[in-house]
């Protein structure tokens, strides 16, 4: 049996799991993610807990055939990261790197991307080789996979669907500097944002309140049948299921799967961005499924192993 070693780099921890290579997870463990001094320190942290593993588990780095790493920014295919938002890193050859100090095989990939890829192979995409992944966070993260390959583009900036602009009358801006992206109504923080904008022109009672609602509450209220809720979910669901619809026409997806915080509102989501879906959607796209995310957490460092095969 081989080994590898899946990656999962987030702004404060990274999240690391111990695989055999036929994806069975034999070890999960965290560390923090020490993101001063520019990140100087994450990379050679996650050697150095690499090689303790190597030593708990008394394998051999020849018996490991490498490491996959999914982190929070576009990743080139040469495995280079041009910017992060949030873990101090410039420009970072992060493959090369990776690979000095740990002297095993790395592939580095985009968070999302990654997630992705975990999703098809173990997790609700099981099965299938054209797959949408839509990560519903306090962003919204996209990965496309073609014939069971991620598209990752020309800087890495591949499936970045939260950027989709599906409302160009928007006056306050997204994250990335436009106005109108998918990412300012279908992320957690969104909902909430067209939560407060709706509880605050509106009459009808509502269990919501303006000054602590969080996407949770809506759609809890929505399963109690509160109006106001039921409101702000139709227009999360015709923003995200317009983006989709669009996402659709470019890649002929077999399924959607929906991951990411947000879904754990469970298959009452799916009803609201499907309808609209269907509506937009080009008559050929019309059989794509649906499903929720399976791996929840686990989905990076699955689709981080995986990357190595
Ligand atoms: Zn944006």
Redesign the pocket.
């Known amino acids: 049996m081989r080994y590898c070693f899946g990656v999962d780099v987030g702004g404060t921890t990274v999240k690391m799991g111990f695989f055999q290579e036929d994806g069975v997870l034999l070890d999960k463990w965290e560390i923090k993610t020490r993101v001063e001094n520019e990140g100087a320190a994450v990379l050679p942290d996650i050697a150095n807990s690499i090689s303790e593993k190597l030593v708990e588990h008394q394998v051999t780095k020849e018996d490991v055939v490498g490491i996959g790493m999914g982190v929070p920014a576009p990743v080139t295919k040469e495995g280079v990261v041009k910017n992060t938002a949030n873990l101090g890193w410039g420009y970072k050859e992060v493959k090369r790197e990776l690979e000095e100090l740990t002297g095993m095989n790395a592939y580095i990939g985009n968070d999302a991307n990654v997630a992705a890829l975990g999703e098809m192979w173990i997790g609700a995409g099981k099965g299938y080789k054209n797959l949408v992944m839509v990560t519903l966070g306090t962003g919204v993260g996209g990965g496309i996979i073609i014939e069971e390959n991620v598209l990752v583009g020309t800087n890495g900036a591949g499936a970045e669907i ?2 989709i602009n599906v409302n160009p009358n928007e006056t306050e801006n ?5 106005k109108g ?1 998918l ?2 109504y279908a992320s957690a923080t969104g909902i909430v944002r067209l939560a407060k904008r709706k509880l605050a022109d509106t009459t009808e009672a509502t269990v919501l309140n303006v000054e602590t609602v969080t996407a949770k509450d809506v759609f809890d209220a929505v399963k109690e049948n509160d109006k106001v809720a039921l409101e702000i979910a139709d227009e999360f669901g015709s923003y995200i299921g317009r983006g989709l619809s669009i996402v659709a026409t470019m890649c002929d997806p077999e399924v959607f799967v929906i991951g990411g915080g947000v879904s754990k509102a469970g298959e009452i989501l799916l009803d609201y961005i499907k309808e609209p879906f269907m509506k937009y959607a080009f008559f050929a796209n019309e059989d794509v499924k649906f499903v929720l995310a399976q791996l929840g957490n686990d989905a990076g460092i699955y689709g981080a192993a995986r990357l190595t095969l």
């Open positions: 939260g950027h997204c994250g990335c500097g436009n992206c990412e300012q």
